[in-house]
């Protein structure tokens, strides 16, 4: 007997309640099925009550869910990154399904973009995924992150199918980016002279069919504190160590003698009283961004308008930051059932703001004289505040004269917009072709005034404030230009299936042309009050011309897949730039990919392998990229001539510009080649909760520019031979992600982790030269590991005077007639009984680029209206050295740091230069002392950097929407959120990603924001 059919209607909504629109219904093994209505609700009528469900939605894991007799369904789907279908976007228009990928690849959707509080794009990536290495060496308003592609150098970016740079990457609002695909190998060929450091395709956000309008507002407010930045000594640690050093040395007049120091050390007598520069300089400061955006579509149109603003202070007091506002707006719509057109706008004005100061950089000289002022001097005459004093014999580090007031004003404008336009036709089934134009403009007014300014001493007995100095240089300074840029592309795109085939090609073309036309004016107001620059006081005005650039590139790709099963890929471009001379302007850049999908044979879906693996995919890909940023070469260097305006002399009375020949033409060098080979596998488990993947790279890169030596010119020719493509270098690593998504009752969480380790080695080397095997153990570059850090092995410190006299090492290279206990042993390596430079041995990795190894560990769990995610990203192998400020005994007359001064070796009795000698950490400290073997380049004081930090962590709240719904609201949500909030590192003091050796870089920000997101 058959049971008798029934009618089921239910609602399909996400983790949040949100009702999704256009969620796909079908009862299995039937054509029977529906899609969701505009509130999420659906009915399939006169169905058997038996009945099986798969319900499925774009960028959901597909459900399948059992009747039952059932007849009203409630139905959540849970969002999935991870789905083999996924559509990953590589790039002119070009999008493949996840599953059929023969190529490195890695994804990140907007969820988890958005989950940063950084202030730019890469700071939002960091340990996010696979094959991104990362460096935030510097954390000042509006900063970046350093981010490569497996350590290869700074990547292209393609932002909406363009084109373009680091700058415009950085400056999006991240919250409008749909998705982030990072092409991580070969398959970049098909940008073709600018990718062999691989491509990060941007995808903003465009709205989608069929769904209500939603308007969404997030906006937050922070707190910035400073992360890591090494507090100087107080003034009682300073003036100890100051005071032993003198003693140690044997002098008499003390700077601070004994009643001195007494009142120092209490610090109530007025002219004692010591000053703490670190507070006075730094402070906590305020973050705050607002976002509003509306999105939705119909069935012919979708579309997404965006406006935020972001403002990031400067924790340095009163000096200023970081402004920005940004605008995106998507439309596309189907004029036709075959004609498609598509408009897009991206438009910002960021703002940065501060003191002028003197110097290059503006925020040098606060972190400066947080140690260049000593603890014993005070920032104002006779602590009156209308009169700066001079606080060190640099003029600049006392900050209380680095205001608007007093010092003038820095402000640097960018007004930039991009706009996009395409069409899409179909001329026939499975045939189309496309178009697309964009412009971009990119304006610039830089205006800097630095005052002229008078420092003051107070006179005690007249009671009046003397001018102790007098800085009567001003300097007013404009810069003004724009970049322009016109890029369009072409292309005609085949996409059939036959049967278990499928073919997919696409041939096209692609015009850049840019333009960065700038003028530099600098004038010498006189007087402060007067901001405009008159044509009397202009003494230079500089055009640098239109600077223009070209490109053109054709391009193609193939792919073809069988069954699902068998997957190949040819790509293809032809490249010119406008860089190199006529012969070598054009190259080919071809590659190829291939994947086997094991899972879907028929061995494997028969055994019992199928129960565990979904699915399981070994792929591998070679191929050919260029790279015109060829280091050492400018464009038109193929050309000679002359130079215009290179110096000047006084020919007959007359002042004469000076020109000088641009040495021998370069016309044997044209762009870097880079051979990528990566061998990776996908793999999917236990129903799709466990993923990951594997990828073994290697990339040559060859034609690297050096110039031959074994050509002779006369020194009177005045010219060096010109550079060509010699050397090569090569990058080895591997990079890999697992992920486990599952459910628990009402708990829904994600735990996932991702690892990338990418070696630099440098290569072949035009016919090395060597006299002796230690001059090639020494300096020889071929075939091996790149900048490797050399230097002293420490082994140790000195425990007493009497292992000193008997030590059978001369360990400074004067007998050790300046060692003391607490001095730094070395090793002597080659057994010759003296430390020189021949006991130098590899000691670290490279300094100043992203480290070899980076890591990142994401969490996010969701039960009811709770959610809650963070990420723990790290790094390793890579080198800080410790040095100037941070090392050097007093520096340059200045500060050390809190935890070096008070934990070195030391007097029991600083006055006693005989007292017992209490063991530290540290040599003691000696004025005057920074050359001694103590401060030799050493593994003591270089550092091979490991850190963890808890980057980013977001707690949030979702109100039940019983609740809103009262208020016309359909979501509200609460949150707390952090960045930088804690880490572990094997550095003392200081924050392990700067570079600065001096440890004073603008340290990155520790984060605290409390934000709410509202939804219509």
């Given at each position: 007997?058959?049971?008798?059919?029934?009618?089921?209607?239910?609602?399909?909504?996400?983790?949040?309640?949100?009702?999704?629109?256009?969620?796909?219904?079908?009862?299995?093994?039937?054509?029977?099925?529906?899609?969701?209505?505009?509130?999420?609700?659906?009915?399939?009528?006169?169905i058997s009550p038996n009945a099986t469900l798969e319900?499925?939605?774009?960028?959901?894991?597909?459900?399948?869910?059992?009747?039952?007799?059932?007849?009203?369904?409630?139905?959540?789907?849970?969002?999935?990154?991870?789905?083999?279908?996924?559509?990953?976007?590589?790039?002119?228009?070009?999008?493949?399904?996840?599953?059929?990928?023969?190529?490195?690849?890695?994804?990140?959707?907007?969820?988890?973009?958005?989950?940063?509080?950084?202030?730019?794009?890469?700071?939002?990536?960091?340990?996010?995924?696979?094959?991104?290495?990362?460096?935030?060496?510097?954390?000042?308003?509006?900063?970046?992150?350093?981010?490569?592609?497996?350590?290869?150098?700074?990547?292209?970016?393609?932002?909406?199918?363009?084109?373009?740079?680091?700058?415009?990457?950085?400056?999006?609002?991240?919250?409008?980016?749909?998705?982030?695909?990072?092409?991580?190998?070969?398959?970049?060929?098909?940008?073709?002279?600018?990718?062999?450091?691989?491509?990060?395709?941007?995808?903003?956000?465009?709205?989608?069919?069929?769904?209500?309008?939603?308007?969404?507002?997030?906006?937050?407010?922070?707190?910035?504190?400073?992360?890591?930045?090494?507090?100087?000594?107080?003034?009682?640690?300073?003036?100890t160590n100051y005071v032993q050093s003198e003693t140690?040395?044997?002098?008499?007049?003390?700077?601070?003698?004994?009643?001195?120091?007494?009142?120092?050390l209490q610090g109530t007598e007025k002219g004692y009283?010591?000053?703490?520069?670190?507070?006075?300089?730094?402070?906590?400061?305020?973050?705050?961004?607002?976002?509003?955006?509306?999105?939705?579509?119909?069935?012919?149109?979708?579309?997404?308008?965006?406006?935020?603003?972001?403002?990031?202070?400067?924790?340095?007091?009163?000096?200023?930051?970081?402004?920005?506002?940004?605008?995106?707006?998507?439309?596309?719509?189907?004029?036709?059932?075959?004609?498609?057109?598509?408009?897009?706008?991206?438009?910002?004005?960021?703002?940065?703001?501060?003191?002028?100061?003197?110097?290059?950089?503006?925020?040098?000289?606060?972190?400066?004289?947080?140690?260049?002022?000593?603890?014993?001097?005070?920032?104002?005459?006779?602590?009156?505040?209308?009169?700066?004093?001079?606080?060190?014999?640099?003029?600049?580090?006392?900050?209380?004269?680095?205001?608007?007031?007093?010092?003038?004003?820095?402000?640097?404008?960018?007004?930039?917009?991009?706009?996009?336009?395409?069409?899409?036709?179909?001329?026939?089934?499975?045939?189309?072709?496309?178009?697309?134009?964009?412009?971009?403009?990119?304006?610039?007014?830089?205006?800097?005034?630095?005052?002229?300014?008078?420092?003051?001493?107070?006179?005690?007995?007249?009671?009046?404030?003397?001018?102790?100095?007098?800085?009567?240089?001003?300097?007013?300074?404009?810069?003004?230009?724009?970049?322009?840029?016109?890029?369009?592309?072409?292309?005609?795109?085949?996409?059939?299936?036959?049967?278990?085939?499928?073919?997919?090609?696409?041939?096209?073309?692609?015009?850049?042309?840019?333009?960065?036309?700038?003028?530099?004016?600098?004038?010498?107001?006189?007087?402060?009050?007067?901001?405009?620059?008159?044509?009397?006081?202009?003494?230079?005005?500089?055009?640098?011309?239109?600077?223009?650039?070209?490109?053109?590139?054709?391009?193609?790709?193939?792919?073809?897949?069988?069954?699902?099963?068998?997957?190949?890929?040819?790509?293809?471009?032809?490249?010119?730039?406008?860089?190199?001379?006529?012969?070598?302007?054009?190259?080919?850049?071809?590659?190829?990919?291939?994947?086997?999908?094991?899972?879907?044979?028929?061995?494997?879906?028969?055994?019992?392998?199928?129960?565990?693996?979904?699915?399981?995919?070994?792929?591998?890909?070679?191929?050919?990229?260029?790279?015109?940023?060829?280091?050492?070469?400018?464009?038109?260097?193929?050309?000679?001539?002359?130079?215009?305006?290179?110096?000047?002399?006084?020919?007959?009375?007359?002042?004469?510009?000076?020109?000088?020949?641009?040495?021998?033409?370069?016309?044997?060098?044209?762009?870097?080649?880079?051979?990528?080979?990566?061998?990776?596998?996908?793999?999917?488990?236990?129903?799709?909760?466990?993923?990951?993947?594997?990828?073994?790279?290697?990339?040559?890169?060859?034609?690297?520019?050096?110039?031959?030596?074994?050509?002779?010119?006369?020194?009177?020719?005045?010219?060096?031979?010109?550079?060509?493509?010699?050397?090569?270098?090569?990058?080895?690593?591997?990079?890999?992600?697992?992920?486990?998504?599952?459910?628990?009752?009402?708990?829904?969480?994600?735990?996932?982790?991702?690892?990338?380790?990418?070696?630099?080695?440098?290569?072949?080397?035009?016919?090395?030269?060597?006299?002796?095997?230690?001059?090639?153990?020494?300096?020889?570059?071929?075939?091996?590991?790149?900048?490797?850090?050399?230097?002293?092995?420490?082994?140790?410190?000195?425990?007493?005077?009497?292992?000193?006299?008997?030590?059978?090492?001369?360990?400074?290279?004067?007998?050790?007639?300046?060692?003391?206990?607490?001095?730094?042993?070395?090793?002597?390596?080659?057994?010759?009984?003296?430390?020189?430079?021949?006991?130098?041995?590899?000691?670290?990795?490279?300094?100043?680029?992203?480290?070899?190894?980076?890591?990142?560990?994401?969490?996010?769990?969701?039960?009811?209206?709770?959610?809650?995610?963070?990420?723990?990203?790290?790094?390793?192998?890579?080198?800080?050295?410790?040095?100037?400020?941070?090392?050097?005994?007093?520096?340059?007359?200045?500060?050390?740091?809190?935890?070096?001064?008070?934990?070195?070796?030391?007097?029991?009795?600083?006055?006693?230069?005989?007292?017992?000698?209490?063991?530290?950490?540290?040599?003691?400290?000696?004025?005057?002392?920074?050359?001694?073997?103590?401060?030799?380049?050493?593994?003591?004081?270089?550092?091979?950097?490991?850190?963890?930090?808890?980057?980013?962590?977001?707690?949030?709240?979702?109100?039940?929407?019983?609740?809103?719904?009262?208020?016309?609201?359909?979501?509200?949500?609460?949150?707390?959120?952090?960045?930088?909030?804690?880490?572990?590192?094997?550095?003392?003091?200081?924050?392990?990603?700067?570079?600065?050796?001096?440890?004073?870089?603008?340290?990155?920000?520790?984060?605290?924001?409390?934000?709410?997101?509202?939804?219509?």
């Open positions: 007997m058959f049971a008798q059919n029934i009618n089921v209607s239910g609602t399909v909504n996400d983790l949040n309640g949100e009702p999704l629109i256009g969620v796909t219904i079908q009862v299995r093994g039937t054509s029977v099925g529906t899609v969701t209505d505009f509130d999420g609700t659906f009915t399939l009528p006169n319900v499925s939605y774009v960028g959901m894991r597909t459900q399948v869910v059992n009747v039952n007799g059932q007849k009203t369904l409630k139905i959540v789907l849970v969002e999935d990154s991870e789905l083999l279908s996924e559509v990953v976007v590589t790039g002119f228009g070009l999008a493949q399904r996840k599953e059929s990928l023969t190529s490195a690849i890695s994804v990140i959707g907007a969820t988890d973009i958005s989950r940063s509080q950084a202030s730019t794009s890469s700071g939002a990536l960091v340990g996010k995924i696979p094959g991104i290495n990362s460096r935030q060496p510097d954390g000042r308003p509006g900063a970046s992150t350093d981010i490569q592609i497996r350590n290869m150098g700074t990547p292209l970016f393609v932002i909406d199918g363009i084109q373009s740079d680091q700058g415009q990457f950085n400056n999006i609002d991240f919250n409008d980016i749909e998705s982030i695909s990072v092409l991580k190998d070969a398959s970049a060929s098909i940008y073709g002279v600018r990718a062999a450091n691989g491509v990060i395709v941007v995808t903003t956000k465009k709205g989608t069919r069929n769904t209500k309008n939603t308007v969404t507002l997030n906006s937050y407010y922070g707190w910035q504190s400073l992360y890591a930045f090494p507090k100087p000594a107080t003034a009682a640690t300073y003036l140690v040395r044997g002098v008499t007049n003390y700077r601070y003698p004994k009643e001195e120091y007494q009142k120092w009283q010591p000053f703490d520069w670190y507070d006075f300089i730094w402070k906590t400061s305020p973050q705050t961004y607002v976002n509003g955006s509306v999105s939705g579509g119909s069935d012919k149109i979708n579309y997404y308008l965006s406006v935020g603003n972001l403002n990031q202070d400067a924790i340095i007091v009163n000096y200023g930051g970081f402004s920005r506002t940004n605008v995106q707006m998507n439309i596309n719509a189907n004029i036709t059932d075959r004609f498609k057109i598509g408009g897009g706008m991206n438009g910002r004005i960021e703002k940065r703001i501060n003191p002028g100061v003197p110097g290059v950089d503006d925020y040098w000289l606060p972190r400066f004289g947080t140690y260049r002022n000593l603890p014993t001097k005070r920032p104002f005459a006779n602590d009156n505040p209308k009169y700066p004093t001079l606080t060190s014999t640099e003029a600049g580090t006392n900050f209380a004269w680095l205001t608007y007031d007093l010092s003038g004003k820095f402000e640097n404008t960018w007004r930039v917009v991009q706009l996009n336009f395409d069409a899409e036709y179909e001329i026939f089934d499975g045939l189309k072709a496309r178009g697309m134009a964009s412009y971009y403009l990119a304006n610039q007014r830089l205006d800097n005034q630095e005052f002229t300014y008078k420092l003051y001493g107070y006179d005690e007995a007249t009671d009046t404030y003397p001018v102790i100095f007098e800085n009567t240089n001003p300097w007013r300074e404009r810069t003004q230009g724009y970049i322009e840029e016109v890029t369009s592309n072409i292309q005609l795109s085949y996409n059939k299936q036959f049967g278990d085939h499928s073919v997919a090609a696409v041939v096209g073309a692609e015009t850049i042309k840019r333009d960065t036309p700038s003028t530099w004016v600098h004038s010498i107001p006189t007087s402060n009050a007067l901001h405009l620059i008159d044509y009397e006081t202009m003494d230079t005005y500089n055009d640098d011309g239109n600077n223009t650039q070209a490109r053109l590139g054709y391009l193609g790709r193939f792919n073809y897949d069988y069954a699902n099963k068998y997957l190949i890929e040819l790509s293809a471009r032809y490249d010119g730039s406008w860089k190199f001379p006529p012969n070598h302007r054009w190259g080919f850049f071809p590659s190829a990919s291939v994947g086997w999908r094991i899972s879907e044979e028929n061995f494997w879906s028969e055994s019992k392998l199928a129960d565990i693996f979904n699915d399981l995919k070994i792929r591998g890909s070679y191929g050919l990229l260029g790279d015109d940023n060829v280091s050492g070469y400018n464009a038109f260097d193929y050309m000679g001539g002359y130079s215009y305006k290179n110096g000047g002399s006084v020919i007959d009375g007359k002042y004469t510009i000076g020109t000088v020949p641009r040495g021998l033409p370069v016309t044997t060098l044209s762009w870097i080649k880079a051979k990528i080979l990566d061998v990776g596998l996908d793999a999917s488990l236990i129903g799709g909760k466990l993923t990951g993947s594997f990828d073994f790279f290697r990339r040559l890169r060859t034609g690297l520019p050096a110039s031959k030596y074994d050509v002779l010119l006369p020194s009177e020719f005045g010219f060096s031979l010109p550079p060509e493509n010699l050397n090569s270098d090569a990058h080895v690593g591997y990079d890999m992600q697992l992920r486990w998504n599952s459910k628990v009752s009402d708990l829904t969480y994600s735990i996932g982790g991702n690892l990338t380790y990418s070696r630099f080695y440098d290569w072949e080397r035009y016919k090395p030269r060597f006299g002796n095997s230690w001059n090639v153990y020494r300096n020889s570059i071929h075939h091996r590991f790149g900048y490797l850090n050399w230097g002293l092995q420490a082994d140790g410190q000195f425990q007493s005077w009497e292992e000193i006299a008997t030590w059978p090492i001369d360990n400074d290279r004067q007998g050790n007639r300046t060692i003391r206990p607490g001095d730094i042993k070395y090793k002597d390596i080659n057994g010759d009984g003296v430390i020189n430079g021949m006991d130098e041995r590899p000691i670290g990795y490279r300094q100043d680029s992203t480290p070899i190894l980076n890591f990142g560990l994401n969490f996010a769990f969701q039960w009811r209206g709770f959610d809650l995610a963070f990420d723990l990203t790290g790094g390793g192998m890579n080198t800080w050295y410790q040095e100037w400020e941070q090392r050097n005994p007093f520096h340059d007359g200045g500060n050390n740091p809190q935890y070096y001064m008070e934990n070195t070796w030391h007097l029991a009795d600083i006055w006693d230069a005989n007292s017992e000698l209490i063991p530290g950490k540290y040599p003691m400290l000696l004025i005057g002392n920074s050359s001694h073997s103590n401060y030799w380049n050493s593994n003591f004081w270089k550092k091979n950097v490991r850190y963890i930090k808890l980057r980013n962590l977001e707690f949030g709240y979702t109100l039940p929407k019983s609740l809103v719904e009262r208020m016309a609201i359909s979501d509200v949500r609460f949150y707390v959120a952090g960045q930088n909030l804690f880490g572990l590192t094997n550095l003392i003091g200081v924050d392990p990603e700067i570079n600065d050796t001096n440890g004073l870089a603008y340290p990155t920000m520790r984060i605290v924001n409390v934000g709410i997101t509202l939804k219509f």
